[in-house]
């Protein structure tokens, strides 16, 4: 894996950089570097399928809690005015 000089090893990298590669916020190059270590350790591999499975989880919880209606306008409301 190619990043600065840290001072981590590969697998701390992957770790400090977890979140930002399950959201999709790394550059192409950084995603790949992370990608082609997920590719040689397991233990890394695991950890990034459990940071994608628990944001699944929570995206799901999120997604069946309805919203009230008077906070969907109010935020239709804040949008409008930003425009």
Not at 12 to 22: C, G, K, N, P, Q
Not at 43 to 63: F, G, P
Request: with cysteine.
């Amino acid at each position: 894996m190619t990043f600065s000089a840290t001072g981590r090893s590969e697998c701390e990298d992957v770790l400090w950089l977890s979140d930002a590669y399950v959201d999709h916020e790394l550059s192409v190059q950084r995603r790949l570097s992370v990608l082609a270590h997920l590719g040689e350790c397991a233990r890394c591999w695991e950890l990034i399928q459990r940071k994608t499975r628990w944001k699944l989880l929570l995206r799901s919880a999120v997604n069946s809690v309805p919203i009230p209606e008077a906070l969907r306008e109010q935020v239709r409301i804040e949008q409008e005015s930003q425009c």
